[in-house]
Each structure stands twice: as structure tokens, then as C-alpha cells.
């Protein structure tokens, strides 16, 4: 087996990927991989298998890009490498990934979602019992005085590029609003530092532009705030999995039900624009208002999330967002 042949086996690239390699890794990073395969190696192991080629500088460069990983045990730091996958999510935030072909990405977000659900096996639990909420991210679906909330309990606050955003490509919303906090920060977030205003005027902005907030962990107020994402049904994965595992309400968890008010409904649309799951539709009827008719809008509450991006947008208070589930 080659050299290149021996990469890609054990950084497990997709065939469709291969004439694209130059772009994700270069021939050193190559080297580096097939030279370590699957064994851990401490930095002194590593200087004695690569010598001179290897220095502190490239191996960290390699860590931030995400070809390898790193990992401290007993006082020890270890490396080890890491997978296409991951090397994938980091280029996608933070490389040149729009030089792909349109074609390429495409069959690249498949093949992303397939991982991503091979990575996360949880939804068949959450399917049949309660999530188990240690092993689950984006628990929960909030609103946006909640989000907010979450902010204001944070001690560090770090944006990042939406990677699901990025990897689908499927909508033109805005792509740096993803939050870590406090824990979720690590030494390779690589995102930019954030105040707690300008986290929660970011959260109002993504709100305006239709992405709805999902947050974890649940027990934050116990633990400390994690991760609050800013989601769109069509491009983020955990939307688009729940859709096709049909988790909806479990995972991401629903804690509200919209409940719509035709008598206040003035018939202006704007519910129908924001619901990303069409759970507020136009019904075919029509009715009177103001001398005028116009066309009526229905509500059909089997298909609502409980995001709220309905509400806060209504101009006539025609839609409330009722609690559903006390504990969360």
C-alpha cells in the first residue's frame, strides 16, 4: 500500500474526496499521519519516530487545523490522529472550502450528515425513552428572552462560524452565530471574543433573520452554560436528523407550544414567513377584516417546535407560546 493510499485508510477519506486532498492537508501532514497510524505517541515519541522533520510548531499547527488530537493523561500529553470528519468541520468554519465545486459540497454534506449520524447514537434512545442528556447537545429548543438569560450567566463568551451553515449551504442566513461559553472554549475554538451585550445583540439579530435557539446543557443553570447554536431547519444538522429520525419534541426538546388566536390575527403573513416546519399555513379560506378580504391563516399545532420565531414577530399578540413541559 502507498503512502497516500495508507492516508487515506487511516483518516478515513471518501473516494469522492481524493482529487481534492491538496485542499484539506498538505504532503507533510500526509507524512505526519501515516507515520504515526493508529498508536498514541507522547512528544518525545513522536521527535523519535519523525526526528528533524517534526517540531513543536508544526505539530501545533496540526492540532489547531485538526488533523490530529491531543489528550492529557496522568500528566501526560498524548497525540493521536484524528479523521476526515473532523478535519472537515474545522476547514468548513475556518478554510477555503468554497473553492470546492458547488457538486463536491454537495455530496460532502451528505456524507457529513451520514457521519454526524453514525457519530451520535443516541437518537434511537431518544426515540424510545427520555434523551440521555449527558450525551446529547443542543437539548433544547428556547426562547429568545431564555437565550439571553443564558448570555447573562456566562463568564467567557466566544462566536464561531455555524459549521451545518456552512457544510449545506442550503439558505443565505447568517453564518457566524454560533456561542460558546465557559467550558466549551478550548485551546482550538478559534472563534472571536464576545461581551455579553454583543452576544445577546447577536442573538437578536439571528432571531430578526428567522434562525431559532437551541441551547445546552439542560441542567445549565446547575453546571453552567455550554453552547447556544442559532438553527435554521434546512442547513443544521440536528434539525434535519430529528426530521429524519422523527425525534421531534425529544431531541431537540420542545418545552412550548405556540397557541394562535385567529379572533386577534390580522392576516398579515408574517407567521406563515417565520414557521421553518409550515405549521402556520395559509388554509384556503377567506374572511372579512376591515371591509376587506383576505386570505386566512390556519395553525396546525402537530407540526409546531415551540421555537417562537411565530410570536415574537406577530404585530397583534395573536400568538403565545404556551409552556409544555415544567421541569425543562
Not at 418545552?255 to 398579515?268: G, N, P, T, V
Amino acid at each position: 500500500m502507498s503512502g497516500l493510499e495508507n492516508f487515506i485508510a487511516l483518516f478515513k477519506v471518501p473516494d469522492f474526496i481524493q482529487p481534492y486532498l491538496h485542499i484539506f492537508v498538505t504532503q507533510k501532514e500526509i507524512d505526519l499521519v501515516v507515520h504515526m497510524g493508529e498508536k498514541d505517541f507522547t512528544l518525545e515519541g513522536l521527535s523519535d519516530l519523525l526526528g528533524e522533520t517534526m517540531t513543536s510548531a508544526f505539530l501545533e499547527q496540526c492540532y489547531q487545523r485538526e488533523i490530529i488530537n491531543r489528550e492529557k493523561k496522568e500528566g501526560i500529553l498524548y497525540y493521536r490522529i484524528a479523521d476526515f470528519a473532523q478535519r472537515m468541520n474545522n476547514h468548513a468554519m475556518f478554510g477555503n472550502y468554497y473553492v470546492l465545486p458547488q457538486n463536491i459540497r454537495k455530496e460532502l454534506d451528505e456524507w457529513c450528515l451520514s457521519e454526524y449520524h453514525k457519530k451520535h447514537n443516541y437518537f434511537q434512545a431518544v426515540i424510545e425513552n427520555q434523551p440521555d442528556y449527558d450525551n446529547c447537545h443542543n437539548d433544547l429548543i428556547m426562547l429568545l428572552h431564555e437565550a439571553e438569560e443564558f448570555v447573562d450567566s456566562s463568564d467567557e463568551i466566544m462566536v464561531v462560524p455555524c459549521d451545518c451553515r456552512m457544510l449545506a449551504d442550503h439558505c443565505d442566513r447568517p453564518r457566524e452565530v454560533c456561542l460558546r461559553f465557559n467550558r466549551s472554549i478550548t485551546d482550538r475554538t478559534n472563534g472571536r471574543s464576545l461581551t455579553k451585550e454583543e452576544a445577546k445583540q447577536l442573538l437578536r439579530m439571528s432571531d430578526r433573520e428567522g434562525l431559532m435557539h437551541t441551547a445546552s446543557p439542560h441542567n445549565w443553570r446547575e453546571v453552567g452554560p455550554s453552547v447556544i447554536c442559532n438553527c435554521c431547519a434546512c442547513c443544521c444538522y440536528p434539525f434535519r436528523a430529528a426530521q429524519q429520525y422523527g425525534t421531534k419534541g425529544k431531541w431537540p426538546k420542545s418545552r412550548y407550544l405556540a397557541h394562535f388566536d385567529q379572533e386577534k390575527c390580522k392576516l398579515c403573513g408574517l407567521c406563515i414567513q417565520r414557521c421553518q416546519f409550515k405549521a402556520c399555513f395559509l388554509d384556503g379560506t377567506e374572511r372579512e377584516l376591515n371591509g376587506k378580504k383576505g386570505k386566512n391563516i390556519g395553525f396546525n399545532p402537530e407540526l409546531c417546535w415551540g421555537c417562537g420565531l411565530c410570536a415574537n414577530s406577530c404585530p397583534n399578540g395573536a400568538i403565545m407560546m404556551e409552556k409544555i413541559d415544567e421541569n425543562l
